[in-house]
């Protein structure tokens, strides 16, 4: 089983797999889907009962998707975005940043906490709108530097962890 | 039959790009004729580039300085000794300029005279010519004027309902319908202060006002022996914005009557212009069954494929055995409907979003197929769409035993046609089949703007479904070739770039 990430009209969904050889078995959200690969970016699945094609391919971080003629854009969380970890300083993940300047809105983990991957750790308010920022890495909260109502920029590690093996 | 055989030209210079350029570039196949295509900086990687026998670069990307130079065009033309040339639809196709400087050059222009041309070129002048002929035109003044006693008297002839438009109109500014007579005096002083107001100019006219039109066009076959002939029609209905993006034919509304008399009097309409090689006579019919000449157009249509599905003829061939002197192919004279075709264009358009033109790479192209479907396409995978041309980028065509099949063929095969990374109207599309009036029939010109204004797709129903698909596909397939730049799908192999060979006897005798 693999676990995914999304970003789909603003929204983040995740999905587990599972390849079956030609074929890919997909949970997403509550609902679960048995594709099969016909052709290149090409799978069939049945949807309600009904066969239906889909073509799926991915560009620089977005797949491009048609299923009954409608096309959808779904993106991979990015590394630096809101959805991911901290911007411009990749490699370091046992310290999540504010991914660009504002205030923080609320700390959502405590000195001593176990982290899971992808764990929402803090929400900071930047241009009005409320990020998220989430871990990149499984691990212990070491030091959290920073309080609700703070005013943050990017070089300063907000929260420090110290890595699980 | 053996017309094909001689060589009707030597070699054809297909003057155009994308899907058209090719589908003549396979005409001229069929036919044993060389074909040459010309290139501008941006279609360096189409195509159409590879569809002929020798490609030829002409410029750069701004049609002005590649596919509508003229000059350019007729120096390629000679410099590869191309003793004809076809124009496709746009560009230089109803130019008669380029026709005249063809004839002077001695390459033979595949189409209609310069003369014909010009002629039906001017909507003013070919519309007084074909009422002369008897052709009838939408009934209503010729000039403007103060008196209303005027425009109560060709109100009266043209019989209400009728329209007021302004001279120097436009975006409804100065339009008004008029049911009665009672009320013509007071729409006419207020269509005459809205133009006054929205163009500085108060000149009003007035003509019939056609209650649920739709667009009806004949295609006609002339030759250079004094024959013309009609292939059926087409109906257009289906516009947004002025522009064509479904067409089928038969039309529903036509009886074998109807039919006959407008085919008689296209016909008589491309023998008063002195026309020949294929054209296209546009009518609008009312709900009452009287239609109106419109205009004639002197090219080969996007939609004629329709035609050839249902009458099983080739009409680039037939245009081409036409500008080369000889006489209209006999089966012309004999054909018949059988069954039902429509096409669909395809834009690199956004139907979601009120169609704006959508830019970008071809990530992903597969084409459906089967019995009854035909793909004309200018791309493939890697394509570039730019801003700088037209962006129809393939039609879509299917053929069945009637309409109704023939509507559900075409959902079937959008549903199969992938295309990825620029958006597409399959889905607008989609919808205009399945609505109910467009099922019955009832496809008026206004169809879109009354039935489809407020449709919105739900794309968050689709959610899981995306997810998912996005799962197979980072799990099955690595990142696509033209997204890293690694390949170019639409780079020729050596085999490509070589032309037609000859292996055995040679393919050209």
């Known amino acids: 089983m693999n676990s995914h990430e999304f970003v789909f009209e603003g929204e983040e969904l995740s999905t587990t797999s599972e390849l079956l050889g030609n074929q890919v078995r997909v949970v997403s959200g509550e609902r679960e889907f048995l594709l099969s690969r016909v052709g290149e970016n090409l799978y069939s699945l049945t949807v309600n009962g009904k066969a239906v094609q889909a073509a799926a391919v991915r560009h620089q971080g977005v797949f491009y998707i048609d299923i009954d003629s409608i096309l959808l854009e779904v993106k991979e969380p990015s590394e630096d975005g809101f959805a991911g970890g901290a911007g411009g300083h990749e490699g370091e993940k046992d310290k999540i940043y504010a991914p660009m300047p504002g205030k923080i809105v609320k700390i959502l983990v405590a000195v001593g906490d176990e982290i899971e991957v992808k764990q929402p750790m803090v929400i900071v308010e930047a241009m009005k709108m409320e990020n998220q920022v989430n871990s990149q890495a499984a691990g212990k909260v070491k030091a959290v530097n920073f309080a609700a109502g703070d005013q943050v920029d990017t070089e300063s590690p907000i929260i420090e962890l110290e890595l699980a093996e | 039959?053996?017309?094909?055989?001689?060589?009707?030209?030597?070699?054809?210079?297909?003057?155009?790009?994308?899907?058209?350029?090719?589908?003549?570039?396979?005409?001229?196949?069929?036919?044993?004729?060389?074909?040459?295509?010309?290139?501008?900086?941006?279609?360096?990687?189409?195509?159409?580039?590879?569809?002929?026998?020798?490609?030829?670069?002409?410029?750069?990307?701004?049609?002005?300085?590649?596919?509508?130079?003229?000059?350019?065009?007729?120096?390629?033309?000679?410099?590869?000794?191309?003793?004809?040339?076809?124009?496709?639809?746009?560009?230089?196709?109803?130019?008669?300029?380029?026709?005249?400087?063809?004839?002077?050059?001695?390459?033979?222009?595949?189409?209609?005279?310069?003369?014909?041309?010009?002629?039906?070129?001017?909507?003013?002048?070919?519309?007084?010519?074909?009422?002369?002929?008897?052709?009838p035109l939408i009934p209503g003044m010729k000039a403007s004027a103060t008196d209303i006693k005027v425009y109560e008297k060709a109100a009266k002839e043209a019989g209400y309902p009728v329209i007021i438009k302004a001279a120097a109109g436009g975006g409804g500014k100065g339009m008004r319908i008029v049911e009665s007579r009672d009320q013509l005096g007071p729409s006419l002083e207020a269509a005459r202060r809205e133009s006054l107001n929205a163009f500085n100019d108060d000149t009003v006219y007035l003509e019939k006002y056609i209650v649920n039109p739709r667009h009806v066009e004949f295609q006609v076959l002339a030759d250079h022996h004094g024959k013309t002939v009609h292939v059926f029609e087409r109906e257009c209905s289906i516009q947004r914005r002025h522009q064509k993006i479904v067409e089928e034919t038969p039309s529903v509304a036509l009886s074998p009557d109807l039919r006959g008399r407008m085919g008689a009097d296209a016909v008589k309409v491309a023998q008063a212009a002195g026309y020949t090689n294929a054209g296209t006579v546009?009518?609008?019919?009312?709900?009452?069954?009287?239609?109106?000449?419109?205009?004639?157009?002197?090219?080969?249509?996007?939609?004629?494929?329709?035609?050839?599905?249902?009458?099983?003829?080739?009409?680039?061939?037939?245009?081409?055995?036409?500008?080369?002197?000889?006489?209209?192919?006999?089966?012309?004279?004999?054909?018949?409907?059988?069954?039902?075709?429509?096409?669909?264009?395809?834009?690199?358009?956004?139907?979601?979003?009120?169609?704006?033109?959508?830019?970008?790479?071809?990530?992903?192209?597969?084409?459906?197929?089967?019995?009854?479907?035909?793909?004309?396409?200018?791309?493939?995978?890697?394509?570039?769409?730019?801003?700088d041309y037209d962006p129809?980028?393939?039609?879509?065509?299917?053929?069945?035993?009637?309409?109704?099949?023939?509507?559900?063929?075409?959902?079937?095969?959008?549903?199969?046609?992938?295309?990825?990374?620029?958006?597409?109207?399959?889905?607008?599309?989609?919808?205009?089949?399945?609505?109910?009036?467009?099922?019955?029939?009832?496809?008026?010109?206004?169809?879109?703007?009354?039935?489809?204004?407020?449709?919105?797709?739900?794309?968050?129903?689709?959610?899981?479904?995306?997810?998912?698909?996005?799962?197979?596909?980072?799990?099955?397939?690595?990142?696509?070739?033209?997204?890293?730049?690694?390949?170019?799908?639409?780079?020729?192999?050596?085999?490509?770039?070589?032309?037609?060979?000859?292996?055995?006897?040679?393919?050209?005798?």
């Not at chain 2, 155009?16 to 501008?40: D, K, P």
């Not at chain 2, 580039?49 to 701004?62: K, L, Y």
């Not at chain 2, 002077?104 to 002629?119: C, D, Y």
């Not at chain 2, 009312?286 to 109106?292: L, R, V």
């Open chain 2, 282 to 387: 546009e009518f609008l019919l009312d709900d009452t069954g009287h239609y109106y000449f419109l205009e004639m157009n002197t090219r080969i249509q996007v939609e004629h494929p329709v035609t050839e599905l249902v009458t099983g003829s080739d009409l680039v061939i037939e245009q081409i055995r036409i500008a080369a002197g000889l006489e209209l192919s006999p089966h012309f004279e004999s054909l018949t409907q059988r069954g039902h075709a429509i096409e669909c264009r395809i834009y690199a358009e956004d139907g979601e979003n009120s169609f704006m033109p959508s830019t970008g790479t071809i990530l992903h192209y597969s084409e459906p197929s089967g019995p009854g479907i035909r793909v004309d396409s200018g791309i493939t995978k890697g394509s570039q769409i730019t801003i």
């Open chain 2, 392 to 509: 129809i980028m393939a039609k879509l065509i299917v053929h069945a035993p009637d309409r109704d099949l023939a509507i559900r063929k075409m959902i079937e095969a959008l549903n199969n046609y992938k295309i990825l990374g620029v958006k597409t109207s399959k889905r607008f599309m989609i919808d205009v089949l399945r609505h109910p009036e467009f099922k019955a029939g009832r496809t008026f010109t206004n169809f879109i703007e009354k039935h489809l204004s407020e449709r919105k797709t739900d794309m968050s129903s689709y959610k899981e479904l995306a997810a998912a698909a996005a799962t197979a596909a980072a799990v099955t397939s690595s990142e696509s070739p033209a997204a890293t730049g690694q390949s170019r799908s639409v780079r020729p192999t050596p085999w490509q770039l070589l032309g037609n060979m000859q292996i055995g006897d040679s393919i050209h005798e």
């Open chain 2, 1 to 135: 039959m053996d017309t094909t055989s001689k060589k009707l030209f030597k070699k054809i210079l297909v003057a155009n790009r994308s899907e058209i350029a090719i589908r003549v570039m396979n005409a001229c196949r069929t036919l044993g004729i060389n074909s040459v295509a010309v290139y501008s900086e941006a279609d360096a990687e189409s195509k159409h580039r590879f569809a002929a026998d020798e490609s030829v670069p002409i410029g750069p990307p701004a049609p002005r300085e590649s596919y509508l130079n003229i000059d350019k065009l007729i120096e390629v033309a000679r410099q590869c000794g191309a003793d004809a040339i076809h124009p496709g639809y746009g560009f230089l196709a109803e130019n008669p300029a380029f026709a005249d400087r063809c004839e002077k050059e001695g390459i033979v222009f595949i189409g209609p005279s310069a003369a014909a041309i010009r002629l039906l070129g001017n909507k003013v002048e070919s519309r007084i010519r074909m009422g002369d002929a008897g052709v």
